[in-house]
């Protein structure tokens, strides 16, 4: 269930943190990174004899994989050219672009000097790391929002929930209502003072104040 959930948590943050275009470049990036990886594994194991990979020719003329990569550049191009807009936001083109360039950058090489100086050991270790590191850090700059996002729920999900406050039950609901109306009575009494005349009755030039006595008129 762990796994699940982190799976379906990628996918949500890859959904609604990134635009279009970032997805796009995302998924260029990890396609670059993770063929780039594989070819460079792939032709190690040729190389040393290991596992069932055989190098592709035909007519006794070795195929360079720098080809494919040059071929499905060109795919890309033409969907860049001729295709509509939905064709050209398709997952399939970033990862066809991302998967094409990794195979043209393993022989760059080949490409650069027009010879076979693919297993040359000048500098083959430094351009290898170089290449690879510069794959992982681009893919990680490129899903940094998706990976903020996924590490943002993943903590949240740890938390443990805040208790529900408890309901309030017996007379102490009703002390509210109860000291509004002693407040409500005491503001009527106040005001009927206040409303009542200072003198209600005058005899003989002598009056009597509402609250009781006497004062003399004069």
Request: hydrophobic fraction near 40%.
């Amino acid at each position: 269930m762990g796994k699940l959930s982190v799976i379906a948590d990628v996918r949500d943050a890859f959904g609604s943190e990134l635009d279009t275009g970032q997805q796009s470049a995302l998924i260029s990036w990890l396609a670059f990174t993770g063929t780039f990886s594989s070819v460079r594994g792939i032709t190690h194991a040729i190389r040393a004899g290991k596992g069932p990979f055989k190098n592709l020719s035909v007519g006794g003329e070795h195929l360079h994989h720098y080809m494919w990569g040059i071929g499905m550049l060109a795919g890309v191009g033409a969907i860049a050219v001729r295709g509509d807009e939905e064709l050209r936001r398709h997952p399939a083109t970033a990862l066809v672009y991302g998967a094409g360039l990794a195979l043209i950058v393993d022989e760059f090489a080949l490409l650069l000097d027009l010879k076979d100086v693919y297993w040359a050991k000048e500098g083959r270790i430094s351009v290898d790391v170089g290449i690879g590191g510069s794959s992982l850090v681009g893919s990680y700059f490129a899903g940094l929002p998706v990976i903020r996002e996924v590490v943002r729920r993943r903590r949240a999900a740890r938390q443990p929930a805040e208790p529900a406050a408890p309901a309030v039950t017996g007379p102490a609901q009703d002390a509210p209502a109860s000291g509004t109306g002693d407040r409500r009575e005491g503001a009527r009494r106040l005001g009927a003072r206040f409303r009542a005349p200072l003198w209600n009755r005058r005899q003989g030039g002598r009056a009597r104040p509402v609250g009781g006595g006497e004062r003399p008129s004069g």
